[in-house]
């Protein structure tokens, strides 16, 4: 064989040999991941924990809502009652235990003894108070159940049925407030049937202030102006 021979032989196996390598190296290539082009994705050990989310809130609701809990939000904020109600609630309850106190208490249930006023409102003060204590000896000598032999007048301060029934309306708007609109009107209405002896000594206390100071500080005591001694 001659040397030309040769050399061109050597020649097509380094070709051939090229050849296989290439295609070697384009099979690799098809084979390897191609880089998405999106966002890079968050491993797991990058993202943030469920704990650390919540841990992160800037308040209590933040975190109920980070953990899946906004029902339970609702729940907890339906039952928070807001300022006002609140207000209202609290009046109720304070008015409650004042209509109690005036018509169940011990105190207003004592009918015997010369005590000091069980009223404390509006028309209360104590030039009036000496008068009271003065007038309520005279009368009954602190016995707010009787009745004058002639059953004319009622109760500790001998008031009459007329004056009684007045006395009912001259202190429906105090206790309007005192007690709430309802109770204050039913429990006046009650009192407007019946004789001043048989009213709690609350109401007969009320009654005799609101009387004698209705336009001023003693401006009613004419109502009480006789009796075996002046007060």
């Known amino acids: 064989m001659s040397k030309s021979a040769i050399v061109r032989g050597a020649k097509l196996v380094g070709v051939f040999s090229s050849a296989l390598l290439i295609a070697a190296s384009a099979g690799s290539a098809a084979a390897a991941p191609t880089p998405a082009s999106g966002p890079t994705t968050v491993t797991a050990e990058n993202a943030p924990s469920t704990s650390s989310a919540v841990a992160q809130s800037t308040s209590w609701r933040e975190g109920a809502v980070a953990t899946g809990t906004t029902a339970n939000v609702a729940t907890v904020v339906t039952k928070r009652p807001s300022r006002a109600v609140s207000a209202r609630q609290a009046l109720a309850a304070q008015q409650a235990k ?44 602190g016995h707010y159940d009787v009745v004058n032999p002639s059953g004319s007048y009622f109760g500790a301060y001998q008031v009459s049925r007329s004056l009684a029934r007045g006395a009912t309306w001259m202190m429906l708007k105090e206790h309007k407030k005192l007690m709430g609109d309802k109770a204050a009107k039913q429990t006046l209405a009650k009192l407007r049937s019946k004789p001043m002896n048989t009213w709690p000594r609350y109401w007969q206390d009320a009654a005799f202030h609101t009387v004698i100071n209705w336009d001023h500080t003693l401006s009613g005591a004419s109502h009480w102006a006789g009796g075996r001694w002046h007060c």
């Open 98 to 141: 004042f209509t109690k106190f005036t018509l169940a208490s011990a105190a207003t249930k004592d009918m015997r003894g010369v005590e000091k006023s069980l009223y404390r409102g509006k028309y209360f003060n104590a030039t009036s108070e000496a008068k009271r204590l003065c007038v309520v000896k005279r009368e009954s000598e």
